[in-house]
Every structure is written in structure tokens, then in C-alpha cells.
């Protein structure tokens, strides 16, 4: 008998459904280890399965459905409380595990990591990574990135104004960082200078960038690391739950609103989402600036199955976000005092859609996790109705891991990738080729755990085709078109070492690998966002990194921290520079010259290196004085001269206190002072040097019980002073957008205050 794919699918439904193992259960006590009383409300996660519960009035919890046989971690957290962490190994269908948890005055580092290879705790795994939690993303942000680089040290962005935002890790940013959402990699359109990620930012739980090379994992473009966003875990089976939140800004009116419920009945599992955002123009100490508005609205959903053959959840999202810019002139005004909501010309239209079908199946005494994915990331650039520039990019991906059974220490996973993109020019304007681009990878990892140590390695094969599309405009040839095609090979290897439980050193080598962007091999066009005329190369090569990285975390009750360092060479570099004098002018549909600046990309050998650092005080329970400092050293060593859009060094100092106030619970209050120093290392040859700034940020909140209803409210205050300043990755700085006019620039945003609220829902216990 033959059979087609279809059948094949079906009988593996089937499979699953009818012939898969008996089902376990986790359940047991969460309990204070000195007083042996029960802890109500204590955080119980086995994020490996995307499940959570919370412990009830005698500290009880349960987990049902789950599959018998696997090694899963739990994760317990409780506010005052240290967090704990426990392997359990299922071999029967029923397990009991009781948990005592000890009083802290911090809140501890240990945590477990999912965006690795293989899930475990953070002290375990090799790589640098930082875990942000829901309350620490609540704030003065004005997008998820912009709340990320406000957290994370090694971590900061490229702005242009107040509503876009691109991630910038160790001083890599655009195709060298990965946005992993719903386990599917977001695909837009990275490569631009003026494109952020599409992701709703009051979506994430909890997010972890992952910093340095992530290559072996996520292939291509994950060079300078990953930023994996997770969503709430499913709750435990009979419950409905949720949370509401809105949010003021008084600097720029942003009001931000997002409402989401969960569900889970008998495994059949859902979770729905909406969230609007809305900014007129913001203001810097020296006026509004003119047209910086933004509204994004969004919607999400997931429908799954929880059971003890594993998950599946079908993900789908819609983000519309608009943004205004504002197209002057030199010596145009740049501020005015508007506070209209209404964008006007210039400005983006840009959708993203995206269905994502996560899987998990206990396939004998290992597991299989499939990812399948489909994204439509559509880009309008208004300069009037009709759209001048119009991306349209669709995208399907597939990423498949075996996890095999671990056996005397060892775990070893293999897996596949592959992705297709098709993009298409729909509008009148035209910057990069349509082009179409298949990406395939092939991967093997194995860890091995003895002791207090851990070792791990792991090798990847990665091919990448792009074709490049011919077009005639006007019977001139406004795109050659292109092939080509890139692979290599790329490798890793990871240690760790536990001294103690005060001090934990990791350590990282291997090379990663990144194709060129399609916008790097073809453009050629007026980039209005950026006020320049890119010219792609064709020729480019595929960059090659080789890179390493050391870290020790060290600290007990009183002092914390950790020192990390790095450095990563990059051979073929790939950048867009300019030349005085190289100019071109463009005359448009009503016969108006304009002249730009010429970018031509080009490669060139880079070495990036630095270190991060923290150490935090605690004299007292209630007492804690955190700081962070971050620095990037980068060189273009074929001319010898520092590389450009470069972060500066930044230390990060907060006093945050926490005393005990009758009918409040979890009240804080924040005061910090955020130090940048002066960026001078520049490529002078198009980039001009930013100056030192400081600015004074406070905060304070609470939890109020109204009844048995939880309330979070709280308030944040950023740049309190109002100052004046250009941050360095500013693209609205001066010497930023035009080389031709180095006074052009727009300041930062200035005072703001926050006003949000919280309510976490419990519909159905």
C-alpha cells in the first residue's frame, strides 16, 4: 500500500492519540525550611513543558497529564524566598516532591534557561545569560527592546526616536542578532537601520538574551546572540486565569493597555491576548519632536493539547504598528509643541502575521520538539497615501530537535532546520530586490555533566542560497539580479565549574557563521529612512566568527556580582560606509533633485572585545545597592580605525529599598543613576563623537489586597533632571542622518513619569 503525506500525518496523529504512554503525575508541598509552615502562593514551573501551578492554602500543588518517563526541571519561586531547582526523573505514573524553601534578602540568580540546547539551570550552562522577568519589563518603556536595554548589561539599541528600536549585543546588532518568539524566529526586515522587532511588548512572561554566539542553535545570524522571548505557561488543568494592565506616560501621552486570559481544561489549553499603544510626539528639553508619534495595536492566541504524549500548541499573532517620522530639511525647525495624536507624512505601515505550531512528543525514552512556522511581515513607507516603499516578505520555517534519553551524565540532541523567504516589491520605489532565499542546517550537540562540572560541544552544517531578482524601471536596469550561495561549518564548546555555591565560573569558545543579507548583496536605492543612497556588493563573502568568552558569578547574602569578558573576531566583516564627496542625485516623480550620501557596503576584518560586570550590595533585608558596567572595544583592523555604531561604556547604579509597611505588600522604592560615557572611538569618516551624559531615574510600587484581589501599582521616573543629550546610538544624533550637515540632530526624550497598575485574574481555581 502507498501512502502520501497526508496519510503519513494522520497515522502519526493517531499514533499519539491512541498508543501513547500512560500518564503521570507530579505532586507534593511547598513549606518555610525553618518553621515547616505552608507557603501559599509559591510560583511552581516545568517550563520544559510550558506548565505552571501555584501552591494553594496548605502549600499543596499538583501537576496532572504529564508524561511518564523524561527528566524534567521544576522551578519554585516565591517573593522573600530563595528559588529552588530540582531534577525529577519520571519512571512511574505518580511522583511526590516536597519543597522547602529558605528565606533570602535577594532575589537569587538561579534560574532556569530554556533558550539553550538543553534546558537547565543557569549555574549549568556555559552561556551568558540574562533572565527578565514580567514586573522588571513593567516601566517607562516605550517597546520591549528599549525595556530590555534598560536591564540587561552587554545589551543596548539602536534608536530611531521613541518608537523603534533595534537590539545591539556586545556591540553586534541587525542580522547578528536572533528574536526567537513562540520558539519561531521573527523574520522582518532586520537589516534596516529603521526596523524594529514586531513583537508585542507586554506579551513576554519572562525573556533571556542569550549573549555571545548562538550559532549552533539558531544557524545563521544568531553571530552576536539571541533574544528568547516566552510566553505565560499554560496553568494547571481546571483553571482559568490572566492578568490587566495599563499604563501612562506623562512625557509623550503614551497610554498602553493589554488585557490576556489563559485556560486549561483537561488539557485542551488556550490563552488570549489584545493590547493597544498610543504616543503623540515626544518631548526633549528642547520641544516636541515633530511627527514622532506611534500606535501599535495586537492580538494573540494559542489553542493546544497538554497530555501525556507531550504539547502541542498552535500560536497566531497580528501586530499593526504605526510611526510617524519627520522628513526636514537642514535648517528646518525640528520641534514644535503639538500633542496630536494623527501621524502625518512621511511615515510606516507595517503588519506582521504569524502562525506557529510548537510541538513536544515523547517518542520512547526520548523526545522530539518541532517547530513549524509561517510569518507575512508587510513594510510601507508613506511619504503620501500610496506607498513609496512596500515589502512584502513571507516566510515558512521548520526546526527540529531529538532529545535523546540522558545516559551516565551524557544528553545528546540532534536536529534539522530549514526556512524559505520570498519577498516581493509592491511599491513605486525600489531599495533591494524581490528575491527568494532557502536556508538549511544540520546540527549535533552532546553534554556532559559530573560533579560540580559541566562540558559541552557540538558542530553544525549550514547552507544558504539567495536569488536576487532582475528589474527594469523606466528601461534602465535598476537590479542586475544575483546568485549565490554560502555554507560552512561551525563549532562549540562550553565548561562549567561550581566551586561552592558562592562562586560558579563558565567559560565558551567556537566560531559562528552569517550570510549575507540580500539588502547587503543587492541594494540599490534611496533608503528614505536612513536619508542616504545604499549600493549593495553581490561579491560579498560570508562572515566568520571566532569567538570567546569567560565569566565568574561570585557573592552570598551580602555582596553579589559577576565579571565576564569576551572578544570575537570577525573575518569579512560586513558594512555600509561613505565617503566624503560620494554623492548621487535623484530626481523624483515631480522632477525634484535631491542628492544623497552613497553607502556602499564592503567587508573588512573586525575585533570586538570587552567585559560586563556587576556587583551588588545588601547590607540589609530591606537594603540593596545594584550596579553594572558595560564597555565594547571594537577595530576595523584592515584600516585600522574603530568600527562605527559602537555603544558606549555605561555604568548603571541603583539604591532600591524594601521596608515592611503595614496593609502593603512588596512595596519598593528605586533611585538610579545611569552614567554614559563619552563615545569618541568613531569612524570619523561618517560618524561624529557623542558626549558623556548621566541621568537620574526613580521608582517606587506596591501590592495592594483588595479583598482577595491582588493590585500592582507603581510609578517610574526616567532622565528626572531634563537633560539635554544625544545618546550614542541615537540615528537621530547629530552627523547621524546627513554627513552634509553634521548640526542635524534631535535630542533624546527627557522627563518622563509612569503611572501603571496590575491585576493578576484568577477566574476559575
Known sequence: MKLNFKDGILMLVCYFLLFSATAATISGRVTDSKTNQPIAGATISLLQLRSSTSSDQQGHYAFKSLPSSGRYLVEVRFIGYQSLIKTIELTSEDVTVDFALNESIIETNEVVVTGTLVTSQSRRNSTSVSVISKDELQGGATNLIDALARQVPGLSQITTGQGISKPVIRGLGYNRVVTVNDGVKQMGQQWGDEHGIEIDQNQPDRVEVLRGAASLMYGSDAIGGVINILEPSVPTAGQIKGELLSSYSTNNGLTNNSLMLTGNENGFVWRGRGSYQNAHAYNTPAGRYINSG?????????????????????????????????????????????????????????????????????????????????????????????????????????????????????????????????????????????????????????????????????????????????????????????????????????????????????????????????????????????????????????????????????????????????????????????????????VDEDNNEQTYDVYRYGQVNANLFGFEGSLNFHPLNWVHLDNTFTYTHAQNKTFDRPLALIPAGVLHNTLRLEPKINGLHAFYVSVGLDNYFKQNRIDETFETAADSYSLINAGIGATLHLGKQQVKVYATASNLTNKRYYDALSRLRPGRLSQEDPAYGVYNMGRNITFGVYLPLTIKK
Do not use: C
Not at 482 to 494: H, M, R
Not at 542 to 548: T, Y
Open 294 to 586: 506611534f500606535n501599535n495595536t495586537s492580538f494573540s492566541g494559542m489553542l493546544g493539547l497538554n497530555k501525556q504524549w507531550g504539547y502541542s500548541h498552535l500560536n497566531f499573532s497580528y501586530l499593526k504598528n504605526n510611526i510617524g517620522f519627520y522628513d526636514a530639511e537642514p535648517g528646518d525647525p525640528l520641534y514644535n509643541e503639538s500633542k496630536s495624536r494623527t501621524l502625518d507624512f512621511p511615515k510606516q505601515d507595517i503588519r506582521h502575521y504569524k502562525l506557529a505550531l510548537n510541538n513536544n512528543f515523547v517518542i520512547g525514552s526520548g523526545n522530539l520538539k518541532l517547530d513549524l512556522g509561517y510569518q507575512k511581515n508587510q513594510r510601507r513607507e508613506l511619504e503620501e497615501a500610496t506607498p513609496s516603499l512596500f515589502f512584502d516578505l513571507n516566510t515558512y520555517s521548520l526546526d527540529a530537535k531529538y532529545y535523546l534519553a540522558e545516559r551516565n551524565g551524557w544528553q545528546h540532541v540532534v536536529g534539522l532546520s530549514a526556512s524559505q523567504e520570498h519577498s516581493i516589491n509592491k511599491g513605486v520605489e525600489f531599495l533591494i530586490p524581490a528575491y527568494d532565499q532557502i536556508e538549511l542546517g544540520a546540527f549535533g550537540y552532546a553534554k556532559k555533566s559530573w560533579g560540580e562540572n559541566t562540558f559541552n560541544m557540538g558542530l553544525r552544517y549550514d547552507f544558504v542560497r539567495t536569488k536576487g531578482k532582475q528589474l527594469f524601471v523606466d528601461d534602465e536596469e535598476q537590479f542586475p539580479g544575483f546568485k549565490n550561495k554560502f555554507s560552512n561549518i561551525s563549532g562549540a564548546l562550553g565548561y562549567t565549574h561550581s566551586f561552592s555555591e558562592d562562586f560558579n565560573f563558565k567559560a565558551n569558545a567556537g566560531s559562528a557563521f552569517r550570510a549575507p543579507n540580500p539588502a547587503e548583496l543587492g541594494s540599490n536605492g534611496v533608503h528614505e529612512g536612513t536619508y542616504r543612497y545604499e549600493i549593495g556588493n553581490e561579491n560579498l563573502k560570508a562572515e566568520r566568527s571566532f569567538q570567546a568568552d569567560a565569566t565568574l558569578e561570585f557573592g552570598h547574602s551580602i555582596v553579589t556580582g559577576s565579571i565576564g569578558i569576551y572578544e570575537n573576531y570577525i573575518h569579512n566583516f560586513i558594512y555600509a560606509s561613505a565617503k566624503k564627496g560620494d554623492t548621487k542625485t535623484v
